[in-house]
């Protein structure tokens, strides 16, 4: 006789919202991570009085009022805007590009100025008509000094090869804003909770047996043997003991720096575009919760080769990988005990007001079919 409802492996968001709901819904819930916290990448740390984004920065950000609502009734959202900079060469852009670049880049002031200054700086390039790769296909969308300046060296950083190797899908356009907005998303509602995302998870888990430092792989005959159903929100390919060959990706590498000053760049994110600096950008913790402390707590974010040792980040989505995928998937469908869901799981880059709507639409199915 199964002990629990639902085996879930992932303490992260997809796992607490789908673990929230069907708790209060009387379901007895095992929430398990192999990590020795809960919040999967959103964890957050305090670390002399600073909220620090463990594994890279995260601002949320819907148009999605029941989402909104849903988070902010579990801890409450403050204000925070992003509004990155791009440092190229040691001049400073605002980003995304707006009126605000186009004057730093080229003394333009009115939104027809920079129109005509992008498009004649296009039609360098109008006679490539089938874009073979990035760099001709940012060059056709926006001309060369955009490209050089502000898309070259980061994406060729990111990505871990030459602009010329990085397929053209990846740019399919590139969004200009003719206004001073320095507003990098477009949607309604958006910040960071107050206190952390670490408490926005403790507060969803509360009430839910929690087991960290347990990796499901260890010991999945017992685990299987626990739950009725299992929710599994880590990678596919590991699931299937990579019978078809890995899904690959681009993973991450932090070099975090506790210094004593009270601001070190005025800005939560400051990219780096150019490609001699070896980081894509340098986070300043402080100011995703408009911080005041004496100290300030940075982390310069390096672009790396995934391996096992590594957290895979992105997917690399191209025809190769989803090949392997879309045979991995087919063993999925014929499961009947567990459902697969979230990035990892589904190959799928999500941002996490898409995390949350998955988790809510999936716990609402499940209630429904009983």
Not at 6 to 28: N, P, Q, R, T
Not at 62 to 76: C, P
Not at 286 to 310: A, C, L, V
């Amino acid at each position: 006789m199964a002990k629990y409802d639902y085996l879930i492996v992932g303490a992260g968001l997809f796992g607490a919202v789908f673990a929230h709901e069907v708790s209060k819904k009387g379901k007895k819930c095992l929430v398990i991570d192999k990590r020795q916290h809960i919040a999967g990448n959103i964890y957050t740390e305090n670390i002399a009085g600073i909220n620090v984004h463990k594994y890279g920065a995260h601002i949320f950000h819907t148009s999605n009022k029941e989402v909104w609502n849903y988070v902010n009734s579990f801890v409450e959202f403050n204000r925070f805007t992003n509004s990155p900079i791009a440092n190229h060469k040691g001049r400073l852009f605002n980003l995304p590009f707006n009126m605000n670049t186009f004057y730093q880049l080229w003394g333009v002031k009115t939104p027809e100025e920079a129109k005509k200054k992008i498009e004649k700086q296009r039609a360098e390039y109008f006679d490539i008509k089938e874009p073979r790769n990035l760099e001709e296909q940012a060059l056709v969308l926006g001309g060369r000094d955009i490209y050089e300046k502000l898309i070259k060296g980061y994406t060729e950083k990111q990505w871990g090869r030459p602009a010329t190797q990085i397929p053209a899908f990846i740019i399919r356009r590139l969004p200009f804003r003719y206004t001073f907005d320095n507003n990098y998303f477009n949607d309604i509602y958006q910040g960071i909770p107050i206190g952390g995302y670490t408490k926005l998870i403790e507060n969803l888990l509360d009430g839910v047996e929690v087991r960290t430092g347990e990796n499901y792989f260890d010991r999945k005959y017992d685990f299987d043997n626990l739950a009725k159903k299992i929710v599994y929100t880590g990678k596919i390919d590991e699931f299937y003991e990579c019978q078809f060959g890995e899904l690959e990706y681009r993973s991450l590498y932090f070099e975090n720096e506790l210094l004593n000053m009270p601001d070190f760049q005025g800005n939560a994110v400051v990219n780096y575009t150019d490609r001699e600096v070896p980081y894509t950008r340098i986070i300043e913790h402080k100011h995703f919760e408009f911080g005041t402390q004496d100290k300030t707590y940075i982390t310069r974010e390096y672009p790396h080769e995934f391996s096992k040792d590594n957290e895979p980040y992105y997917p690399i989505n191209d025809q190769k990988n989803q090949l392997v995928l879309s045979k991995y998937q087919e063993l999925a469908r014929k499961q009947t005990k567990v459902v697969f869901c979230g990035r990892l799981a589904e190959y799928k880059y999500y941002d996490m007001h898409q995390v949350v709507a998955k988790a809510l639409e999936l716990s609402k199915k499940v209630q429904n079919n009983g």
